[in-house]
């Protein structure tokens, strides 16, 4: 159950998936970036959490192997024995499941958490263990989401979707200036009907400006390009024909990667397009350094994971079979992989091997076992362990592993 299968956000002024984002501006709900990120509401990502809530001590136990992974891999304590690693109970002091959506580093976290009383669910800033403080709180019953976090220069942004009294979906974006140590501040409510694909540049700050993706209201596939600036103000709007997704500032790649056909990368600023041409046999998603190839058998299942550069060339074999890619985003930092495979260990919710493909030592090292959830943002890596009153998170900053 990874981040990228299995905890996809979208949210918009209307009920939109990224399925039917794909099947409106990409003519197909077929494998790709939609059908990975559908989209959630209280229920999904921080519903297994808090499905699991209940007061209670954890007692808190490495899941790292300290022998060889099932396929012969080092361990994350024998590759890279400096990582900088954090591990946090799976609830906060006051007893509910806490979910985090963002690390700033190994041991400080924004997440979230029902309050005590079930009616409402906070948005929290915790330091490993201790009481979190309080961001900011939405009614219960107003289905909340939170998404599309990203931090620049002490600015956190994000989303939150609510639903309104005539049941249709209302978003804003917020922004938090982590220096000054003031209240979060609502940037704009004129959103236009946000995709998010659990990807790590699903909002990006740049320019003074924080930016997103909507679904334009037409016919023909067209993508809404909004930006607002980190001051709150007029929101700016460009609108791009096809359907697009943001990667890498200032990038763009084709909300139908993963599907296959050609992916395509479009600069913003330049206005270069990349095409990658993979064949019939392969479904690709890329970033502007790398892309990932899901190569399939004859019976159009998969038979193996490559990595490769937009133009096709140091393309290398990283994953048969049984492993497969763990987020939408490819190679994060430009170096690692992250991957899952079916595990031998845990219970039926965390049952994952966890592993990075290291493409600057061409080597895959196993991190932890028994693992259930994935995410990673700004290089940091987490996942959960455990269940009920054992449910713990673990964090690695994979900017560490050198």
């Known amino acids: 159950m990874t981040g990228d299968h299995g905890s996809g956000i979208a949210v918009g002024e209307k009920t939109e998936t990224t399925d039917g984002y794909a099947a409106r501006h990409a003519g197909s709900a077929a494998a790709g970036r939609h059908r990975r990120a559908a989209r959630l509401r209280f229920g999904g990502v921080i519903g297994l959490v808090v499905a699991l809530a209940a007061s209670g001590v954890l007692l808190l136990t490495s899941n790292t192997r300290h022998s060889r992974g099932a396929g012969g891999e080092q361990t994350l304590a024998e590759a890279w024995p400096r990582a900088k690693q954090g591990t946090l109970t799976g609830f906060v002091p006051d007893g509910p499941a806490y979910s985090p959506l963002y690390f700033f580093d190994v041991g400080t976290s924004v997440g979230t958490a029902p309050s005590q009383d079930g009616r409402y669910i906070r948005l929290l800033v915790r330091r490993g263990d201790g009481p979190p403080t309080e961001l900011h709180r939405l ?17 956190l942004a994000w989303a939150e979707s609510t639903i309104g009294p005539d049941g249709r979906d209302v978003t804003r974006m917020w922004a938090l200036d982590r220096r000054s140590g003031g209240a979060p501040r609502a940037l704009t409510s004129d959103t236009g009907d946000v995709a998010f694909f659990n990807s790590d540049y699903d909002s990006v700050i740049a320019g003074g400006r924080l930016h997103w993706v909507a679904v334009a209201a037409s016919q023909e596939p067209v993508t809404e390009l909004r930006s607002v600036a980190l001051t709150g103000g007029p929101v700016s709007r460009r609108d791009l024909p096809g359907a697009w997704a943001m990667t890498r500032w200032p990038w763009l790649v084709s909300a139908g990667a993963g599907q296959a056909g050609p992916t395509r990368l479009h600069n913003l600023e330049s206005g ?9 046999t392969e479904l690709d998603t890329c970033s502007p350094s790398w892309c990932r190839a899901l190569v399939l058998a004859g019976d159009g299942s998969p038979s193996r994971t490559d990595l490769m550069r937009p133009d096709g060339t140091d393309r290398r074999r990283i994953a048969g079979a049984t492993a497969t890619a763990a987020l939408i985003d490819v190679a994060v930092l430009d170096r690692f992989e992250v991957l899952t495979r079916a595990g031998q260990d845990g ?7 966890l592993l990075l493909y290291d493409l600057k030592q061409r080597r895959t090292v196993l991190v932890a076992t028994a693992v259930g959830m994935v995410l990673c943002r700004a290089g940091m890596l987490w996942w959960s362990t455990g269940d009920n009153e054992a449910l713990a998170w673990h964090v690695l900053d994979l900017r560490t592993l050198r």
């Open 139 to 155: 009614p219960y019953p107003d289905s909340p989401q939170f998404g599309g976090f990203t931090f620049a220069r002490d600015t």
């Open 272 to 280: 270069k397009l990349v095409t990658v041409g993979g064949p019939a």
């Open 347 to 353: 219970s039926p919710t965390s049952s994952q091997d």
